[in-house]
């Protein structure tokens, strides 16, 4: 499935039905996922990207370990994003009843206004999971609407992933990853948090939640230090799912979930795989590993 985004809605439903049979305490959260996906594929037609950069302005960037959009504009259709907002709001609130009913109202407010919404996109452009939610805080958004930080930033990334992951399509359309070895996405610059060991030959491919991008990085170096000391690396599994793994760094105490293709017998979705393995991030916590899009005090 390597560079195979977006995914159709069959591929998500039948791996998703697997992981149901096991577990059905997570139908409503991977309801909340398959509603998503289908508002983002629905606009994948009328996203129109430009890149407007060379395969040698690429690899010069890669080789600086520069990913594309640090310097480079992403240009959003800001009336077609505010569409996807309101229809992923939509589709949240479908499948989670409970969800505050101003969820849907969130399309509405201040910062997507006419006037507002082009400034705001281009300051949070580059924001991780957390700056965002930092920022909506700061700037008291969630109190405005009346949602929690979390979800308002939740949304707001799922509504940009369709511009980026077109944006990323392009690029590939040029150039490869191969130059790339770094933990951060080569395209957008987010903080890889699942890989998979290739079937084929094991190799360890990072893959970006927001534009997923994939790309190579070593097996035995920890991505987000950097340490080669084979002696402060490890991983662990629950016992009877080895497929599944906790790849940690005792130097950084930072963890990398990871699907072992090889043992699965087939290459998964990553996308399915980060919310089914949410209790290997509890674990990881549990024993004291930090996520890897924590920032580090002196980043």
Request: hydrophobic share 35%; glycine share 2%; charged share 30%.
């Amino acid at each position: 499935m390597e560079h195979n985004y977006p995914p159709t809605m069959e591929e998500v439903k039948r791996e998703v039905d697997l992981h149901l049979e096991k577990n059905n305490d997570m139908a409503q959260i991977f309801d909340v996922y398959k509603g998503i996906l289908a508002v983002q594929l629905s606009y994948m037609d009328k996203i129109k990207v430009q890149v407007n950069i060379t395969e040698e302005e690429i690899s010069d960037y890669f080789r600086k370990d520069k990913y594309l959009l640090s310097d480079q504009n992403l240009k959003i259709n800001v009336q077609l994003f505010k569409e996807i907002l309101s229809e992923v709001c939509k589709a949240i609130k479908e499948a989670s009843p409970e969800a505050p009913d101003s969820l849907l109202k969130l399309s509405e407010a201040e910062e997507f206004k006419e006037e507002n919404i082009e400034g705001f996109l281009e300051k949070v452009a580059l924001f991780s999971k957390n700056q965002l939610e930092d920022y909506v805080a700061k700037e008291e958004i969630d109190k405005a609407v009346g949602l929690d930080s979390e979800v308002i930033s939740f949304a707001i990334f799922m509504s940009l992933s369709p511009f980026y992951s077109l944006y990323m399509k392009e690029v590939r359309g040029i150039t490869d990853f191969t130059l790339w070895r770094q933990s951060y996405c080569p395209v957008c610059g987010q903080i890889a948090v699942i890989a998979r060991h290739r079937s084929k030959d094991r190799a360890r491919v990072m893959e970006c939640w927001l534009c997923h991008a994939q790309w190579v990085y070593p097996r035995l170096e920890c991505p987000y230090c950097e340490n080669k000391d084979h002696k402060k690396l490890r991983f662990f599994y629950v016992p009877g799912d080895k497929a599944r793994q906790v790849h940690v760094c005792e130097e950084c105490n930072k963890y990398l979930k990871t699907i072992d293709s090889k043992v699965m017998e087939k290459d998964t979705l990553l996308d399915v795989e980060v919310i089914a393995t949410t209790y290997l991030d509890v674990l990881a916590e549990r024993e004291g590993y930090r996520s890897p899009e924590e920032v580090d005090a002196l980043n």
